[in-house]
């Protein structure tokens, strides 16, 4: 789903669950959102299209992913990132395990947007294990040239059902902590500190073997005071849509 793990992570876990199995694909997508969310840190005042393009084969997959600026605000009818991805992901004795690097590019740079950064590498794994009905899951990114050794974690339980033929449901909720070099650069010189609480309650439609749409809602709370103190706005409530093709 797009953007790829990391990116706009949380949200597109549903997307990529519902991705085929066949050994290759090739899968668009194009995804609108009230606000782009990073991290429980807005990357944007107001609503932002988002359309990806993904290419895998044997677990192996190729993202192209782009922010472009509706609202009336620095960068408006731009695109002001462009993230490109290369991911492996398996399953070894339940325990399923994801592992990509990203770089991230932000053309048409305004130091005004709130998307506003250098030029960014990102190594990410993922790895998840089943517990009964649901999934624990744990991510780790670690971000070079900009943030030269930028650390964020997550931990969190992930629970998806079908509810007919056609609809499916899935929620989760993570706790994150950003280490002090993370902190630092994206937030306040505050060092290593827990960073935010997420909520996420999407809803997704498959009307055949290709179409996926996802309507999706979000809470995103920042979680520690002096976090907080560093930020404008402590609470994130933002969802979209996200419509993906699989060819």
């Not at 009336?72 to 395990?97: A, C, M, R, S, T």
């Not at 629970?159 to 609809?167: C, D, E, N």
């Not at 809470?219 to 060819?247: C, N």
Request: a negative charge; charged letters at 15%; hydrophobic letters at 40%.
């Amino acid at each position: 789903m797009a953007p790829p793990l990391f990116a706009q992570e949380e949200a597109d876990i549903v997307a990529e669950e519902a991705v085929s199995k066949k050994p290759y694909y090739f899968q668009v997508e194009s995804d609108f959102y009230s606000r782009y969310v990073w991290y429980a840190l807005a990357a944007s005042e107001g609503p932002v299209w988002q359309p990806s393009a993904s290419f895998g084969f044997y677990g192996f997959k190729f993202t192209a992913w782009g922010n472009f600026v509706l609202n009336n605000e620095p960068n408006q009818g731009q695109f002001n990132e462009v993230d490109l991805i290369f991911q492996y992901e398996n399953i070894f004795h339940k325990l399923g395990y994801l592992f990509s690097v990203e770089g991230d590019m932000f053309p048409h740079g305004n130091p005004k947007s709130l998307d506003a950064s250098n030029a960014t590498l990102k190594t990410n794994a993922r790895f998840t294990y089943p517990v009964g009905p649901l999934q624990i899951f744990t991510d780790f990114a670690a971000l070079f040239v900009s943030v030269e050794g930028g650390v964020y974690g997550d931990l969190g339980i992930e629970w998806t059902a079908p509810l007919s033929k056609y609809f499916s449901v899935d929620t989760w909720f993570l706790f994150g902590i950003g280490d002090e070099k993370f902190n630092r650069t994206h937030i306040a010189d505050i060092g290593t500190s827990p960073n935010l609480l997420d909520y996420a309650l999407l809803f997704s439609w498959n009307p055949d073997k290709h179409w996926t749409l996802t309507p999706n809602f979000h809470v995103s709370y920042l979680l520690f005071e002096p976090v907080r103190a560093a930020r404008p706005h402590q609470t994130q409530i933002w969802g979209g849509l996200q419509m993906a093709y699989l060819f």
